[in-house]
C-alpha cells in the first residue's frame, strides 16, 4: 500500500500518542486502512445502473431523431457498453464507487473492522481496560473509535461524536496526518489526568497501517 505518512509526521503521531498516554493513562492505537471490504457488488451496480441508462438515452435519442426502429444488435451494444464502463470507472476511480454504496453498509464493515482490529491487537490486555482504537479507513472515508470499558464513562457517545466532527472533514480533504493530530488532542482532553504511577506502557505506540480487504 502506498505511503500515507512522511517519516516526521510518523514520529511527530508517536509523539502525541506517547504524550497523551502519559497524561491520561490510556493506552492509544492509531490505524489507518485502504477499505474495509472489497465490496464485490459495487461493480455489478454500477453495470446495472449505466446500462439503464445508456439504453434509456439511446432510446430517447432515438425518438427524438428518429422515427426509424434502430438495429436490435446496436441497442444492445449500446446499453451493455454504458454497462461496462461505469462497472470500469468503479474499479479505477474510488469516489464514484462510493456512490453506489449504502451508509448502512458502510457503517457495519468500518465498525465490524475496528472490533476486528481491537481484538486482534489485544486492545483488551491493559491492566485497566483503557485501550482506544482509533481507525481512519480511506476508502469509505470513515472513523471509528473504540475504546476499552475502563474509559466509558469519559469517551461517551456524545463526547466522541464531538471528535469525530472535528476529524471527518479533515479525512475527506485527504488530511489524514492531521485528522489523526486533530483526534489525539480532543481525546486526550476528555479524559481525566492519570493518577500516580499508572503511566507505563502497555501497548505499542506504531501506527498500524493496512491495505485491508
Keep these: 500500500m502506498k505511503k500515507n505518512f512522511s517519516d516526521s509526521e510518523h514520529a511527530h503521531l508517536n509523539e502525541l500518542i506517547a504524550q497523551t498516554e502519559k497524561r491520561t493513562g490510556a493506552q492509544m492505537v492509531l490505524a489507518c486502512v485502504d477499505r474495509c471490504d472489497s465490496y464485490p457488488e459495487l461493480p455489478w451496480k454500477a453495470f446495472a445502473f449505466g446500462a439503464a441508462l445508456s439504453g434509456f438515452l439511446f432510446l430517447f435519442l432515438q425518438l427524438l431523431f428518429s422515427y426509424r426502429a ?40 468500518v465498525k465490524q473492522y475496528a472490533q476486528a482490529l481491537f481484538l486482534e491487537h489485544e486492545l483488551f490486555a491493559t491492566r485497566s481496560r483503557k485501550g482506544i482504537l482509533l481507525l481512519v479507513t480511506l476508502f469509505e472515508r470513515r472513523i471509528e473509535i473504540l475504546p476499552d470499558r475502563g474509559l466509558g464513562h469519559q469517551l461517551t457517545d456524545q463526547n466522541l461524536r464531538g471528535v469525530l466532527d472535528e476529524m471527518i ?22 479524559m481525566e489526568p492519570a493518577a500516580a504511577g499508572s503511566e507505563e506502557n502497555e501497548l505499542p505506540d506504531q501506527i498500524i497501517e493496512e491495505k485491508g480487504a
Design 70 to 109: 434502430a438495429p436490435v444488435l446496436l441497442a444492445i451494444m449500446v446499453t451493455l457498453a454504458g454497462g461496462a464502463v461505469f462497472a470500469l470507472l468503479t474499479i479505477l476511480l474510488p469516489q464514484f464507487a462510493r456512490w453506489f454504496l449504502s451508509a448502512h453498509r458502510i457503517e457495519s464493515e
Design 169 to 190: 472533514p479533515l479525512l475527506k480533504r485527504a488530511k489524514i496526518y492531521l485528522a489523526f493530530e486533530v483526534g489525539l488532542e480532543q481525546l486526550g482532553g476528555l
